[in-house]
């Protein structure tokens, strides 16, 4: 097996190793599923639950990608604006990262009190956490551009406009991408807190009742698929990376 193939492995291995040594700790010292379930366990309540699962999961994730397509329209708009402007930037950061601060769950309860309980809250509190990190990103790739070239394609001819389209904007390709690994958990974060207070549906629906009904395992169920949905999203944006900004990952293909 070579470096590559164990890079690729080791994720895998590492799971099956965390999940083999939890399932022993759980016999081992005869620790009630109540408290804490083993994976046997959730596996045989997922099983047995897998139609509802299944609903619920479905819900979380179209809202996610709702209230995250959302996020990519309105983070790239604002980084844009921020990072071509040294007036905007020095003006409009310092207030997002302020408004970043806030604990979005704590906007939840305003959300409903506006739109109601559904899809609502869990939408816009996806959209609230999740589109800091692109417009942070895509402003980083635009103010950070060297002074350097800028002044080499002003000589040449360039417009502002055209070295912000034309030279900016590719490369600033690689942060976006990065920010959209990182916003996709995010979002799924602020949906499942949604629904956990607001909706009577979803993933976060699904843990409070079963944490209720002290059904731990089923509880657990619910987190290993949310955490599997937003893996795969992840997985997805990192394949679509290396096809598209190959350029930026040439030194660690190499390797």
Same mark, same amino acid.
């Given at each position: 097996m070579n470096k590559k193939q164990v890079e690729i492995w080791s994720p895998w291995i590492l799971l099956v190793?965390?999940?083999?040594?939890?399932?022993?700790?759980?016999?081992?010292?005869?620790?009630?599923?109540f408290i804490f379930p083993s994976p046997w366990r959730i596996w045989t309540q997922f099983?047995?639950?897998?139609?509802?699962?299944?609903?619920?999961?479905?819900r979380t994730y179209w809202v996610t990608m709702v209230g995250f397509g959302i996020a990519i329209v309105v983070g790239v708009l604002l980084g844009f604006v921020i990072g071509s402007s040294r007036l905007a930037y020095a003006a409009v950061y310092p207030l997002m990262t302020a408004?970043?601060?806030?604990?979005?769950? *704590? +906007? @939840?309860?305003?959300?409903?009190?506006?739109?109601?309980?559904?899809v609502g809250p869990a939408i816009l509190t996806a959209f609230l956490i999740s589109f800091f990190p692109i417009m942070v990103n895509i402003a980083t790739g635009l103010a950070t551009l060297e002074p350097e070239l800028e002044d080499v394609l002003r000589v040449l001819g360039a417009k502002r406009w055209d070295v912000l389209i034309k030279v900016g904007l590719p490369r600033s390709m690689p942060y976006f991408y990065g920010?959209?690994?990182?916003?996709?958990?995010? *979002? +799924? @974060?602020?949906t499942t807190v949604s629904e956990m207070t607001a909706a009577n549906e979803g993933i976060g629906y699904l843990l409070i009742s079963a944490?209720?009904?002290?059904?731990?395992?089923?509880a657990f169920s619910g987190l290993v698929v949310v955490g599997a949905m937003a893996m795969v999203m992840y997985e997805l944006f990192s394949a679509i990376e290396k096809h598209t900004t190959g350029?930026?990952?040439?030194?660690?293909?190499?390797?």
């Open positions: 190793v965390v999940i083999v040594l939890w399932q022993i700790l759980c016999s081992a010292f005869e620790v009630s599923e099983w047995e639950y897998k139609e509802i699962i299944g609903a619920h999961a479905w408004f970043n601060a806030l604990p979005k769950a *704590a +906007f @939840v309860p305003i959300l409903v009190v506006w739109f109601g309980i559904g920010s959209l690994k990182v916003a996709i958990t995010l *979002a +799924f @974060v602020g944490g209720s009904a002290m059904q731990m395992g089923l350029w930026a990952h040439r030194g660690s293909q190499n390797t």
